[in-house]
Nanobody, 120 residues
Framework: QLQASGGGLVQAGGSLRLSCAAS?????MSWFRQAPGKEREFVVA????????FYANSVKGRFTISRDNAKNTVYLQMNRLKPEDTAVYYC??????????????????WGQGTQVTVSS
């Protein structure tokens, strides 16, 4: 259902863009991330129809989520990356709710994860 791509290795202060292509339609799409030894955490969410977004405080002002309805793809533009952004990034989609949830429960589709490594 969801195919994530675009991760890689970048120096601190650099940029990366992640993509998540969806084969079906969901109400909301989000990105989560999981750093080594830590629990998976919410990063950002977007509603397909309105484009309304919601960001975690840790990425606000540096990351931007967007969607291309024609391509059924969500993008995460990550600027001014920091070493603490290093994690596996997962896209998630919910076909059940418009709520842009910060917890995993409402999301019924998950991408395979893409590694982002930021070197200092």
């Amino acid at each position: 259902q969801l195919q994530a791509s675009g991760g890689g290795l970048v120096q601190a202060g650099g940029s990366l863009r992640l993509s998540c292509a969806a084969s079906g339609r969901t109400f909301t799409m989000s990105w989560f991330r999981q750093a080594p030894g830590k629990e998976r955490e919410f990063v950002v969410a977007i509603r397909w129809n309105s484009g309304t977004t919601f960001y975690a405080n840790s990425v606000k002002g540096r990351f931007t989520i967007s969607r291309d309805n024609a391509k059924n793809t969500v993008y995460l533009q990550m600027n001014r990356l920091k070493p603490e952004d290093t994690a596996v990034y997962y896209c998630a989609g919910s076909s059940r709710t418009l709520i842009m949830s910060m917890i995993e429960g409402p999301y019924d589709y998950w991408g395979q994860g893409t590694q982002v490594t930021v070197s200092s």
